[in-house]
């Protein structure tokens, strides 16, 4: 039981941490088009994140996939760049328009995933079992999520539906954000 909660507090920090940023900025583009109303909307994609992210720790960890780590590093500013870069295009931002972003967060999970299977592969001592690091790594970053987006959704509620801050504007404002941060990490990270 002590390994569950010491992969809780792991997965917790993967998201609730400055050295996180790459992937509260992630959260951060995904979530920008919500509303505080649309939280089950967000609570599903958050985790069809964690389930991608989960996926492919788990092949990775246990050595059935491996990717050049300095790849992943640069993929991962890349899938906040598009998400940041799609926010711009979305129109009416209706749930039945917001279906791709399920599509786009369980994808892009699958290459987050790759990207912490290292340090978890060292954490894990030879020949432990997966199941309960991995659930309780995957518990964590859950709830760190859902950290990350409650902060988002109620500034997005005092904004928009308080203050009346035009809803395109926040999402604007967030998603280039992220698109400035990501493609600086982008040139950072550029595999050479």
């Known amino acids: 039981m002590s390994d569950l ?3 809780f507090d792991t997965g917790w920090h993967h998201i609730i941490s400055w050295n996180a940023l790459d992937h509260i900025l992630f959260i951060i583009a995904l979530a920008a088009i919500y509303l505080l109303t649309n939280w089950k909307q967000v609570l599903v ?3 069809a994140f964690t389930i991608g992210h989960s996926l492919t720790l788990a092949l990775s960890v246990n050595d059935v ?4 780590e300095k790849w992943v590093e640069f993929l991962i500013p890349c899938t906040i760049l598009a998400t940041a870069i799609f926010n711009f295009f979305i129109k009416g931002y209706q749930p039945k328009s917001l279906r791709i972003n399920y599509f786009l967060a369980l994808f892009f999970g699958l290459i987050h995933g790759m990207g912490f299977a290292n340090s978890i592969r060292f954490m894990l001592a030879k020949n432990q079992a997966i199941g309960w690091p991995l659930l309780g790594f995957n518990i964590g970053l859950e709830a760190g999520q859902i950290a990350v987006v409650t902060v988002i959704l109620l500034i997005s509620y005092l904004l928009v539906n308080k203050i ?3 809803r395109k504007w926040w999402i604007w404002t967030l998603s280039g954000a992220a698109i400035i941060i990501s493609a600086n990490m982008l040139i950072e990270r550029w595999p050479h």
């Open 65 to 68: 996939i491996r990717f050049n």
């Open 45 to 47: 994609l958050v985790t």
């Open 164 to 166: 009346k801050t035009p």
């Open 5 to 7: 909660f010491f992969y």
